[in-house]
Structures are given as structure tokens and as C-alpha cells.
């Protein structure tokens, strides 16, 4: 019947007897694509949009989070090098990853580390897409937004592997 609205809103009504007809044709408009996608996030976050403000505002609300309220996760793609990363832990075991100002984290991940140095050995540049969620470290009086990674893809020239 009707489409209305403004930039943060919008609505629509459609005859409840018109509904099935409308099911129909977006069922067949849409029959070539595919829904299931393996992850959501709340943001996607490339070097042209990299906003470490944001990142910090969110880090700094873990009181708001918990039940009904999900911590936001954000989708992350850039390309660094061996320098970048760095193995951490007793068991050296977890990997640390410097991008922007931000540290990306992942602990107890032994495959990881391995992979990625292996990875860093044969290639000079590895594009990295990373899913975690902002936080906030604090160590020795310094707050650092760290970035606690979900899930992994590393791809170099050669290899590549997905670690979601």
C-alpha cells in the first residue's frame, strides 16, 4: 500500500491478503542466493573506513553486554607482514597481531602460530580477515583497545587457511 520514511526509519504496508503472492515472487526473485552465510557480524572494517575511536567506545561498555545483549563483532581485512605478529604465552601458543594502533589477540591456539609462521616464511605480505570483538587492556596503567579474535583466515601467495 505504501512506502514511507526518513533516514533513520522507514516503514511499509502491504494487504495481509497479499502476503502469499509477495512470499511467492521474493522466493523466485531470490532462488540464486544463497542465505546461510557462516558468521555475523555488526560492522565490516577495511583500511578505508578503520576508525579506532569506534573501537575504543565499544571496548569500553562490557558492563552493557550480557544476556539479550550481545557483544558487537566486527569484520576485519588488511594485509601485514612477520613483523606484525608475535607469539605470546608460557606455552607459546597464542598469537599477537599489530595493525593501526590496535592489537588482535587469539590464545591457545597452537595450529595458528604454526600456520602463520609458516605462512610468514613463504610469503612477504599475508591478507588477514579477522572476526572478534573490541575490548579494552589494561597493563601496567596502559589502556589498549585489543581486538579478542573469534575467527582467522590467513592467505598468502602460496597457502591459505581458514581457521573459523
Request: aromatic fraction near 12%.
Amino acid at each position: 500500500d505504501y512506502v514511507e520514511g526518513h533516514s533513520n526509519a522507514f516503514g511499509a504496508s502491504i494487504k495481509e491478503d497479499d502476503i502469499p503472492a509477495l512470499h511467492l515472487y521474493l522466493n523466485n526473485y531470490y532462488k540464486d542466493v544463497d542465505f546461510e552465510c557462516g558468521v555475523e557480524v555488526d560492522c565490516d572494517i577495511t583500511d578505508y573506513n578503520w576508525n579506532n575511536l569506534m573501537l575504543k567506545e565499544f571496548g569500553e561498555m562490557m558492563h552493557v553486554y550480557g544476556t539479550g545483549i550481545p557483544q558487537p563483532k566486527f569484520h576485519f581485512e588488511f594485509n601485514i607482514t612477520s613483523n606484525d605478529a608475535r607469539v605470546q604465552g608460557a606455552d607459546e601458543d597464542s598469537l599477537k597481531i599489530s595493525y593501526r594502533g590496535i592489537t588482535f589477540v587469539v590464545f591457545k591456539n597452537r595450529e595458528l602460530v604454526e600456520h602463520f609462521f609458516n605462512l610468514s616464511s613463504t610469503n612477504t605480505s599475508i591478507k588477514v580477515e579477522i572476526i572478534g570483538r573490541s575490548q579494552i587492556n589494561e597493563w601496567m596503567g596502559y589502556k589498549n583497545i585489543q581486538i579478542m579474535i573469534d575467527a582467522i583466515e590467513l592467505k598468502g601467495s602460496t597457502k591459505s587457511t581458514n581457521l573459523f
